[in-house]
């Protein structure tokens, strides 16, 4: 993915609004006389959000950026959908499930009255197709959510059964998108694997629909007003694409952003003292890392010093991960360990592992060069630079242009493996030509072409799609450092079959320790999501989960883009009979007012960035 410049004309498009609402005020006027029964909740305002990293992929079998995991759950549903407040099963297009004693049969009743965009009725047979199509191609964002499933088959048009040759405990965490037979059967199964872009306007059951995408300017998306929760309460959400952080911050600022979320740290406090602004530091379940190339394989152009994991373990050491915090996050972060965030989960199922004292990793460089001699790799000509095999050893670190945050910690880790013998060839490229690195190809041979890189790792509430990443199975799909561990892969296959919550978490415990001293990843921060949002003109923003995550950029529940709306919107929505009448117009007037003074100042903005 290749970000281009952004901007649209935004005086045309608040003149549009004003247009609708102007519309919308006149309906309003109608329905309160007529009738004391609320408004339709589909209003005529618009959500703009922004954002800094743009889908990879409409097409929700390919696409694989957050951003287009976000896309996806708003143009199509989950079997079963995630709570907002703990992000725990809640039925989606499920309605109620059941399943036999030994958990290997599983059968579920759908959702009746459900229609896909384009009037459809959505059945049991769309169901059994996704599953099937996602079964019989191997389709890498979502085959290890079906592994151990033999069969799928649909008992009438609201009943599906699957029938597991294995007992499988995350039969309720697999968030994979239910797309409509009626489109997707005319395709090959090549073609849903790897090249159909997904034609627009998308067809799907969710509560907005994908009608127009400019790459590298913007996504829009229209409610849909038959959506079986209700109808969104904005009429469309408009994603619009910054390659400059600091202008979406001063949109924001102005009113043309309800939302934006990747918000400069520099920015973080100002938004929170300006005016109806809140900024939030949302935790996810996620972490950032430095990823190794471990691929085994004869073609891998990696350095091949970083296929011993001794070598990979004593780069830990080097790190002082409090000033990566403090430097490279401005805080806002705090050290990590484990693949699996600390804090996140509450016991008695904290799938967190916590390495004892005696086995943290600790800034010691002093221990990181002691190990990396007892490994072998010394400097045998006193030229500073440790070697292997009479070569002097020379790794190549990737940070992304899309993260002015990496990019910091990349000067940062630079510095400290530098201090311990180590040449580094620091760089910052595009997102998508690393994306191209780490999973190249020579001819029809894997041959994975990077040695150390920055990015991160966002995870499903179940803890299996991460632990997934680091099995020998994954290598060439999700899998970004070619890790291959016996031990690690018999144990992810035992977690997944294994009913018995507290045995499965000592397992899932094992496979954090395995990880931390093999160092596939050598784990750098839990960091927090920088979102700023508008509270004081906009409301229904839903914190997912509640207490301390974000209100966006959560694609698992979706529950502010479904209830945000205007204040004044949602104050006249609440009125009724004449009544109603006064505090609509007051509403309508307020909307015009405000919508006004942002086509003044936006004519006052700086110029489309080039």
Request: hydrophobic share 40%; net charge neutral.
């Amino acid at each position: 993915m290749t970000p281009t410049t952004r901007r649209t004309a935004r005086i045309a498009a608040l003149c549009a609004t004003i247009a609708v609402l102007a519309a919308g005020l006149v309906w309003g006027v109608g329905g309160a006389l007529g009738s004391s029964a609320s408004p339709s909740p589909v209003a005529a305002a618009t959500l703009h959000v922004g954002w800094t990293a743009e889908p990879d992929n409409l097409n929700p079998m390919i696409g694989f950026e957050t951003s287009a995991l976000e896309i996806f759950h708003l143009n199509y549903d989950f079997l079963v959908g995630f709570k907002a407040s703990d992000l725990q099963p809640t039925p989606e297009l499920a309605t109620s499930w059941t399943h036999s004693a030994d958990g290997k049969v599983w059968t579920f009743d759908l959702r009746h009255g459900v229609k896909w965009q384009d009037g459809q009725p959505f059945t049991s047979a769309d169901v059994v197709f996704t599953f099937e199509t996602v079964m019989k191609n191997q389709i890498g964002n979502y085959v290890g959510y079906t592994e151990y499933i033999k069969t799928v088959k649909a008992l009438d048009p609201y009943t599906v059964q699957f029938t597991c040759s294995k007992a499988k405990t995350n039969m309720l965490g697999m968030p994979i998108f239910i797309v409509p037979q009626h489109i997707w059967s005319k395709l090959s199964g090549a073609q849903i694997a790897k090249s159909y872009p997904n034609k627009i306007p998308i067809v799907g059951t969710g509560p907005f629909q994908v009608v127009e995408w400019k790459r590298g300017q913007f996504v829009r998306m229209v409610a849909n007003k038959d959506y079986w929760r209700g109808a969104p309460k904005v009429g469309q959400i408009v994603f619009s694409l910054y390659t400059n952080a600091d202008t979406m911050v001063a949109d924001l600022k102005s009113g043309a952003l309800q939302a934006a979320w990747d918000i400069p740290q520099a920015e973080f406090g100002p938004i929170g003292s300006a005016p109806d602004l809140t900024s939030i530091g949302g935790v996810l379940n996620g972490f950032n890392h430095m990823g190794c190339n471990c691929y085994a394989g004869n073609a891998s152009l990696g350095n091949p010093v970083l296929k011993d994991w001794r070598f990979r373990q004593a780069l830990n050491w080097a790190i002082d991960r409090q000033k990566v915090v403090s430097i490279g996050y401005s805080g806002h972060a705090t050290p990590a360990t484990t693949i699996i965030r600390s804090g996140y989960y509450k016991p008695p199922l904290d799938w967190h592992w916590q390495p004892p004292a005696a086995e943290t990793y600790a800034y010691d460089p002093a221990k990181a060069k002691a190990a990396l001699d007892a490994a072998g790799y010394k400097d045998t000509n006193g030229d500073g630079i440790r070697d292997y095999k009479g070569k002097p050893i020379t790794l190549r670190l990737f940070a992304r242009t899309q993260s002015s945050t990496d990019q910091r910690v990349g000067k940062l880790l630079t510095g400290w493996l530098d201090a311990i013998g180590l040449k580094i060839d620091y760089q910052v490229i595009d997102e998508g030509a690393l994306t191209d690195k780490i999973y190249n190809f020579k001819g029809n041979t894997f041959a994975p072409d990077y040695d150390l890189f920055l990015w991160y790792w966002y995870s499903d509430p179940d803890p299996n799609f991460i632990l997934s990443v680091l099995t020998t199975g994954q290598i060439g799909s999700w899998s970004d450092t070619s890790f291959s561990d016996p031990e690690y892969d018999s144990l992810y296959a035992q977690q997944q079959t294994t009913v018995d919550q507290q045995a499965r978490l000592q397992i899932i415990w094992r496979m954090q320790q395995i990880a931390y001293q093999k160092s596939p990843y050598i784990t750098l921060t839990y960091p927090q999501w920088l979102e700023g949002y508008n509270d004081g003109q906009w409301t229904g923003w839903v914190k997912t989960p509640s207490g301390d995550g974000p209100i966006i950029y959560t694609e698992y529940n979706i529950d502010s883009y479904l209830f945000a709306n205007p204040v004044a919107a949602a104050s006249s929505a609440t009125s009724s009979s004449s009544t109603g009448l006064y505090a609509a117009v007051a509403a309508g007037a307020a909307v015009l007012v405000v919508v006004v003074l942002l086509v003044v100042r936006a004519r006052r903005r700086r110029t489309v960035e080039e």
